[in-house]
């Protein structure tokens, strides 16, 4: 199979062509989210749609710490790959597998118990609006080992160069989950549960699909029984750097369910209008991520390989990369605000008066004025965050993160009694920014100064 040695090559061709095939996959993963918001919002009412939008703080809480955790495990993968080190690559193989699936069967146990608590505490509104809420995302909570399938084998082989396959099976997936949304809440009427179970099928078939390739292409991926005993000290390096960047992910993510808490009390209108604003900035915001995950791969391979060099320049060419897609994604934003939140909520609902959906549009335009002018900061961001968990600095991103919670906090808490809801809008950008500069900062210190080298 083709993959990408990025110990070799011109930096900035590699981060690109890399990216690209994640880049075309976050779009697609983005669709499980959109498909979701634009059918429950269209099938189901706007009130639907704020009640599955209330529960996205959750679902980053919970799905973010796995995330960050399953990219965290397959670093040393990559680190080991860069090296050329066929039996350490095996070995982390088998730290990924028993890693992986001890964190999907405590973490599903854990979200189920503690669904009802978390809604009650971030102010959902009781009624109906709760029980979408609760329905939707303790059946995403139910479907927890399907989503670390998938971001397993996934994070596996984007490791050792593989970003396409993902790509694939993400792509079947999408397409599924859009035909399953529909026949589940439409045909079947299981209203907001139904997209819930659209989507944890889907993902659990393209967890298995790429389970399956690993199994047919990949025999240098292949483990014995004996790489599973690689000793306390390398499951620890594997544990450390998951948990390190599941945590980072969860910090941010308490943030965000703090942020939410203090959405709730403006009321349904405004949650409807924030939950299709996001939505809008999650599709345009998606090379962020893309990026940032390509430089764990880039500077854990070259990490492996001592080439500290190459990781600078890959630093340098990766922050041009995300300055221009973020100046693009503030474009899109700030010119298309009303035509693409018009795409998750529908202007000839019932009960939907003129003066709501002007306030929808002009509480959503808030929202993508206020963060899409900000987007260069949100971008660098993941840049350095991530090339630091690349090269076993976890430390600094997860400090990011803990700044990164307390400025949105104090932001939600202090602005809106300010501002209004435009505060809650600012809360984001604040955060990026605390994040960003000590997160600037701590990287110019470990790739350039000598006093604390890398290798």
């Given amino acids: 199979m083709k993959t990408y040695d990025m110990t070799e090559g011109n930096p900035f061709r590699l ?3 890399y990216s690209l095939p994640m880049l075309i996959g976050q779009v697609f993963q983005q669709l499980y989210s959109m498909c979701d918001t634009v059918i429950v919002g269209r099938l189901l009412g706007s009130s639907a749609l704020g009640a599955v939008g209330n529960t996205g703080p959750m679902n980053f809480l919970v799905l973010g710490f796995l995330f960050g955790m399953t990219s965290g495990f397959a670093v040393i993968t990559a ?7 066929e039996a350490g690559l095996k070995k982390s193989v088998a730290q990924n597998i028993l890693l992986n699936a001890a964190s999907a069967v405590v973490i599903t146990i854990l979200a189920c ?8 505490a971030i102010h959902t509104p009781e009624g109906s609006f709760f029980n979408d809420s609760f329905n939707y995302i303790f059946i995403i909570y139910a479907g927890i080992p399907a989503l670390v399938l998938y971001n397993g084998c996934a994070c596996v082989l984007r490791a050792v160069g593989d970003s396409k396959t993902p790509l694939y099976f993400l792509i079947v997936s999408s397409f599924l989950n859009i035909v399953l949304d529909i026949v589940f809440i439409k045909y079947c009427g299981m209203g907001v549960g139904g997209a819930a179970f659209a989507t944890v099928i889907s993902q659990g078939i393209s967890g298995v699909l790429s389970l399956l390739w690993i199994i047919i292409k990949f025999p240098s991926l292949h483990v ?6 690689g000793g306390r000290q390398f499951m620890m390096r594997h544990l450390t750097i998951g948990l390190s960047m599941g945590f980072q992910f969860s910090i941010t993510a308490i943030g965000v369910v703090v942020l939410q808490g203090a959405l709730n009390l403006f009321g349904e209108v405004k949650i409807s209008a924030y939950t299709a604003a996001q939505k809008v900035e999650q599709l345009v915001t998606v090379a962020a991520g893309v990026i940032g995950t390509t430089m764990t791969t880039y500077a ?13 320049e890959g630093v340098t060419k990766s922050t041009i ?23 998750f909520i529908d202007r000839n609902e019932a009960g939907m008066t003129a003066e709501k959906w002007a306030e929808i549009l002009k509480s959503s335009a808030t929202y993508l004025k206020i963060c899409g002018l900000n987007f260069p900061v949100l971008f660098v961001l993941f840049i350095y965050r991530n090339t630091l968990q690349g090269v076993n600095r976890g430390f600094w991103p997860l400090m990011g993160g803990v700044f990164e919670l307390v400025a949105r906090t104090v932001a939600a808490y202090t602005l809106p009694s300010v501002l209004g809801y435009a505060g809650i809008c600012a809360a984001g950008p604040i955060a990026w920014a605390a994040a960003a500069i000590p997160l600037a900062f701590a990287c110019y210190i470990q790739l350039y100064s000598k006093k604390h080298p890398l290798v």
């Fill in 224 to 229: 014995k029984l004996s790489d599973f005993n």
């Fill in 321 to 343: 990369i995300s300055v221009s897609f973020a100046v693009l994604a503030a474009v899109l934003a700030l010119l298309l605000s009303d035509q693409m939140t018009a795409i």
């Fill in 15 to 17: 981060i690109i062509f």
């Fill in 113 to 120: 118990a503690f669904t009802k608590p978390i809604l009650r």
């Fill in 79 to 85: 680190q080991r790959f860069g090296a050329k080190d």
């Fill in 300 to 312: 854990g391979q070259n990490l492996g390989a001592g080439r500290i060099d190459r990781i600078r």
